[in-house]
Nanobody
Framework: QVQLVESGGGLVQPGGSLTLSCVAS????????MDWYRQVPGKRRELVAV???????NYADSVKGRFTISRDNAKKAVYLQMNSLKAEDTAVYYC?????????WGQGTQVTVSS
């Protein structure tokens, strides 16, 4: 059983920065890609960033140049560094691990960008 626990959300002013963390249980972390998604009420959950097991990264167009995803396999952790935050980045952020077609999600962490 995989468990994911996110942290690091909060209230930040426009233009500010936050770093989200997601720590996984289990011994197979390094073998799989990790994703960050976000969701606002009434909308579908959207993919924000992906880091593969080899370390390749991809981003949604809306966050390119502002967000950076990284992973630390020794700590079984994935991070999302968010800079130049905008009001439209306000959402609940989730990390995900997909194993053999099964998605495991964390509980989510709220990010609110507001002055």
């Amino acid at each position: 059983q995989v468990q994911l626990v996110e942290s690091g959300g909060g209230l930040v002013q426009p233009g500010g920065s936050l770093t989200l963390s997601c720590v996984a249980s289990g011994s197979i972390f390094s073998s799989y890609a990790m994703d960050w998604y976000r969701q606002v009420p009434g909308k579908r959950r959207e993919l924000v960033a992906v880091v593969t097991s080899a370390g390749s990264r991809n981003y949604a167009d809306s966050v390119k140049g502002r967000f950076t995803i990284s992973r630390d396999n020794a700590k079984k952790a994935v991070y999302l560094q968010m800079n130049s935050l905008k009001a439209e980045d306000t959402a609940v952020y989730y990390c995900r691990m997909a194993i053999l077609g099964i998605s495991y999600w964390g509980q989510g962490t709220q990010v609110t960008v507001s002055s």
